[in-house]
């Protein structure tokens, strides 16, 4: 007997444990409120929480302030606090929005009155009477006299209508047809996709006095030209190459608003998410509709170690010398994380005054962690490049060529200048004579890194024989 009662409490008391443990483990009910995820393509999901209220039966409901850059056959309709129990049978979206010229075409072969502006001792006058057109800039009315008065646009003080027409909104509107199997108050969630909202990532570079370090912070900058605006809305970004079939868009102006995330508290939190990778905003935040948005990516790395590279490329620049800068994002660099594609932009501080001055930009494609990041932001000013073809021979599928490539060093310190000799993927290629040692830089490329002291020449002399 006292044993039954002993397995009777304890199967009690684990019955209880997984009841406990089931409900600290059931997700947060939903909310009313807005969601918005944003793709770096120029377009978003909208996902908007509303409490709504039905009657048994057929419902027409309004579903009003949605974007007015909507894409209708997008549209997903839920019913959350009971999963069925609303279904829409029909859905018009409306964007013809109350105008003067909307209404006028709607007023056609109907009662309208005009009040004409004075001029002078005239008081002006009022014209009532059918509406027989407005095109151009005049108002066509026959009055009931039979006579016919044309009224210039620039001459009308207003207009006085009767009523408004069903068939036109204030706001860009979902209107649905909708089957109600009970009376109630429901929580409904509608999900959408809009395009004109479009987000980027901006990144900014300080290189410390000796050039082999930077620190580099990051901003989420965000454009909403959507037709709507978004309050305390929770916000995701995804970054990475989804693919949409669309038409492509015009260019658009920008007005500028800037928001500044503090630092370690309610930034985005970054992790993989299908292929992609997602970026989610620690905190609510509004987006109005007509504004350009920032808020801080990433907290700014410290001292990042890079390298300054000199390279001569003289296929893709035959007289220039470029200035490249390369660095890990790993977390030994402080960074470590997926780093959306954007445009960095780099600086230096003159020691004169300790203020920065811009030194060049380039534009990075999306980059994992424990990838590198090479940014080509100049040519060299003081470090001029002259390439000669000195022997050419062309025999049966081959190409012999002798280079010579002098390099002045007009600075006041010694540099190291990499010079790339690239040939075609679909040959085999060897460097015979050299006047200087090469490594395979990749399977087209043959690189020589030529030292020069100050105020110094150096001259590259190979020859290259090519096979196919």
């Not at 209880?16 to 483990?25: D, G, H, I, R, S």
């Not at 069925?84 to 003067?100: C, F, H, I, K, R």
Request: charged share 25%; aromatic share 8%.
């Amino acid at each position: 007997m006292r044993t039954k009662l002993i397995i009777t409490i304890l199967f009690y008391i684990v019955l209880t444990t997984e009841n406990l443990l089931a409900k600290e483990k059931a997700p947060p009910l939903p909310q009313v409120g807005v969601g918005l995820t944003i793709y770096n393509d120029n377009f978003a999901v909208v996902k908007e929480r509303r409490q709504m209220d039905f009657t048994t039966g057929v419902n027409k409901k309004s579903f009003t302030n949605v974007a007015s850059s909507i894409e209708p056959a997008s549209v997903n309709f839920e019913c959350l606090s009971s999963p069925g129990a609303v279904v829409v049978l029909e859905q018009n979206y409306e964007y013809d929005l109350v105008s003067t010229a909307s209404l006028l075409k709607r007023y056609i072969d109907k009662k309208i009155t005009v009040s004409v502006k004075g001029s002078g001792a005239d008081i002006g006058k009022e014209v009532t009477g059918i509406l027989s057109a407005a095109m151009n800039n005049d108002i066509i009315i026959q009055k009931s006299s039979g006579e016919i008065e044309i009224v210039n646009k620039n001459n009308i003080e207003n207009i006085s209508l009767q009523q408004l027409p069903d068939d036109l909104v204030t706001k860009p509107t979902l209107i649905w047809l909708a089957q109600a199997a009970k009376a109630d108050s429901e929580l409904c969630q509608v999900t959408y996709t809009t395009s004109q909202i479009n987000w980027k990532a901006d990144y900014s570079a300080v290189l410390n006095p000796d050039e082999n370090a930077i620190n580099i912070t990051g901003w989420v900058t965000i454009d909403n030209k959507s037709g709507a605006a978004y309050k305390d809305a929770k916000i995701k970004l995804i970054a990475g190459d989804v693919r949409r079939i669309k038409k492509p868009e015009a260019p658009r102006r920008k007005m500028y608003a800037m928001e500044m995330a503090a630092n370690g508290r309610g930034g985005f939190e970054e992790k993989a998410f299908m292929e992609y990778h997602l970026y989610t905003l620690g905190r609510d935040s509004t987006i109005n509709n007509n504004q350009v948005k920032q808020i801080e990516l990433i907290a700014p790395a410290l001292a990042v170690p890079v390298e300054k590279i000199y390279l001569y490329d003289r296929q893709q620049k035959a007289d220039k010398v470029q200035i490249k800068f390369e660095f890990e994002n790993t977390e030994e660099n402080y960074l470590g994380i997926a780093l959306p594609k954007g445009k960095v932009r780099v600086f230096k501080r003159d020691p004169a005054d300790g203020m920065l001055e811009f030194v060049g930009e380039d534009s990075v494609d999306h980059t994992p962690k424990k990838e590198k990041l090479s940014l080509y932001i100049g040519n060299a000013f003081d470090i001029v490049p002259e390439h000669k073809m000195i022997d050419s021979k062309v025999g049966r599928r081959m190409r012999f060529e002798k280079h010579q490539i002098e390099l002045r060093n007009r600075k006041d310190e010694p540099v190291t200048i990499c010079v790339d000799e690239k040939f075609p993927q679909w040959v085999n290629w060897k460097i015979g004579e050299t006047t200087h040692k090469y490594k395979k830089h990749d399977a087209r490329t043959a690189r020589f890194k030529i030292n020069i002291d100050a105020n110094s020449t150096a001259t590259l002399e190979y020859s290259a024989t090519q096979q196919w």
